[in-house]
């Protein structure tokens, strides 16, 4: 995504009506994850980590304003060395999604938290980015479905633990349409709730034990039956 598009797009009221929806739910997520570490990838414009109580937070990504620059898709973070990683809008405007998955399953801990948001094809947001795909952000990207997301995190290990879908009205450009239709936000959720214009989702990642493998016992005790009788017939022997 080029800044420009973006800065644009993030003073206009379609980006005030997505980011303000999306920080109160960064707010209520991240509320109650604790750790040692946490990390911001995308969207520096925004801390999407203010109510989280993790003594490191940072951010990191390819552009300027951010705490670590580096590329998305290699993370200049030790294994295993993050308790939480935040992706807003990261995944959908990237061209290798699953690599940049890869590594945050790479860098978090056991039990560590990713929390995704992405555009939703399947909404009023998503015709719009069909019929303006060669457009300024954000219709410029590969919009990821909700239940794509969530398998593709299934096979890295990931444990969806929750998701959520907002911004049901249509993406109107007139701050004065986009209240006249909040209405549609309640409706949204209890009619169609899986056709919001934006998603998050919150997985965490999973390890599972390692599988002990014991001695077989009863075969040793099948083996010591049989060698019994030999035994006792060579001492026989001896005693003759």
């Keep these: 995504m080029s800044n420009p598009d973006l800065r644009r797009w993030l003073d206009s009221a379609q980006g005030r009506y997505v980011l303000d929806w999306e920080q109160a739910r960064f707010d ?72 940049i998955l890869r590594e945050i399953e790479r860098v ?11 555009f939703n094809p399947l909404s009023l947001w998503g015709v719009k980015r069909y019929l303006k795909r060669h457009g300024d952000f954000p219709w410029n990207g590969s919009y990821l479905a909700a239940a794509r997301l969530k398998d593709w995190l299934k096979l890295l290990g990931f444990e969806v633990d929750r998701g959520s879908f907002g911004c049901y009205v249509p993406p109107l450009e007139q701050q004065q349409w986009l209240r006249r239709l909040d209405f549609m936000e309640k409706a949204g959720q209890r009619w169609w709730n899986f056709s919001g214009g934006v998603y998050m989702l919150r997985a965490i990642k999973r390890v599972h034990g390692m599988r002990l493998i014991t001695p077989n016992w009863r075969k040793k005790m099948v083996r010591a039956k049989a060698l019994r009788p030999i035994a006792q017939k060579g001492c026989n022997k001896e005693r003759q």
């Design 28 to 99: 209520a997520a991240v509320a109650d994850v604790f750790g040692f570490n946490a990390l911001q990838i995308g969207l520096p414009q925004f801390d999407f980590l203010r109510s989280n109580r993790i003594a490191l937070r940072q951010t990191a990504g390819p552009c300027a304003g951010v705490d670590v620059v580096c590329d998305h898709t290699a993370l200049p973070f030790a294994a295993q060395s993050l308790d939480l990683v935040l992706l807003p809008h990261v995944l959908e405007f990237s061209e290798d999604p699953h690599q």
């Design 108 to 118: 978090l801990i056991p039990e560590g938290q990713v929390i995704i948001t992405g």
